[in-house]
């Protein structure tokens, strides 16, 4: 079965520095998605992407984050100045319109700001 | 807001016992309601969703409008059964409407 995949698997970074979380979703799919999980704590999501711009977003994704899909493949999550609340699990989705609702995750990367 | 409700964080059953895992949501008008696994050391993945109304893996789970529920239901619980187990609710069958996570139950199967 085809997968999502996401790297860095692991991500360690100094507070205020800039990260970028990659993505490759399943070819054929169209929307795309970026969740989190804070340790101990559910899965929030962040922001929705489709038709090569975001189409929902949660008040968690302010102005320090950004989404991009540079080229047919990848699908990236920028954290423009990270604190130290930035600290999780950050996962990736995609799905399309032939599998309705179903989504598929990649296996996240754990991003820690010190 | 739309909210899912996942009672318990952990639930501990013994191999070949039933296992209920507990979902209430909160939603006025149709959702659409999933279960997703997160096995060890695995990515998180669907389990089943209402509409199917499918059987995957022994379990099932029906959506209950009156109690505004969708528990997971097993009659004898597998060892491999042992995960983290999220219920989520969607409000748009067909659209881009972002999935809404309960904080999740870890289900433990004793030998």
């Known amino acids: 079965e085809p997968e999502v995949t996401q790297t860095p698997s692991h991500q360690v970074t100094q507070m205020g520095q800039e990260v970028i979380l990659r993505c490759v979703p399943i070819?054929?799919?169209?929307?795309f998605y970026w969740y989190r999980q804070i340790l101990g704590q559910k899965v929030e999501f962040l922001v929705s992407?489709?038709?090569?711009?975001?189409?929902?977003k949660s008040e968690i994704f302010d102005d320090q984050f950004s989404v991009e899909r540079p080229d047919g493949s990848n699908f990236t999550l920028k954290i423009r100045s990270t604190k130290l609340e930035d600290s999780a699990m950050y996962f990736c989705?995609?799905?399309?319109?032939?599998?309705?609702?179903?989504?598929?995750f990649g296996s996240g990367t754990q991003l820690s700001v010190l | 807001a739309q909210r899912v409700t996942q009672p318990e964080k952990l639930l501990s059953v013994f191999k070949g016992a039933p296992v209920e895992l507990k979902c209430n949501y909160s939603?006025?008008?149709?959702?659409?309601l999933f279960w997703y696994v997160q096995y060890s050391r695995q990515r998180l993945q669907l389990l089943l969703r209402?509409?199917s109304r499918e059987s995957i893996k022994g379990f099932t789970a029906d959506l209950n409008k009156g109690e505004t529920s969708f528990h997971l239901k097993k009659p004898f619980a597998q060892e491999e059964d042992s995960a983290m187990y999220y219920c989520?609710?969607?409000?748009?069958?067909?659209?881009?409407?972002?999935?809404?996570f309960g904080k999740g139950t870890r289900l433990s199967v004793i030998a």
């Open positions: 939603y006025s008008g149709s959702p659409e």
């Open positions: 989520a609710l969607s409000t748009d069958y067909s659209g881009n409407t972002p999935l809404v």
């Open positions: 989705a995609s799905s399309d319109p032939g599998t309705g609702r179903k989504l598929f």
């Open positions: 209402h509409i």
């Open positions: 070819s054929n799919h169209l929307y």
């Open positions: 992407f489709y038709n090569n711009e975001i189409s929902e």
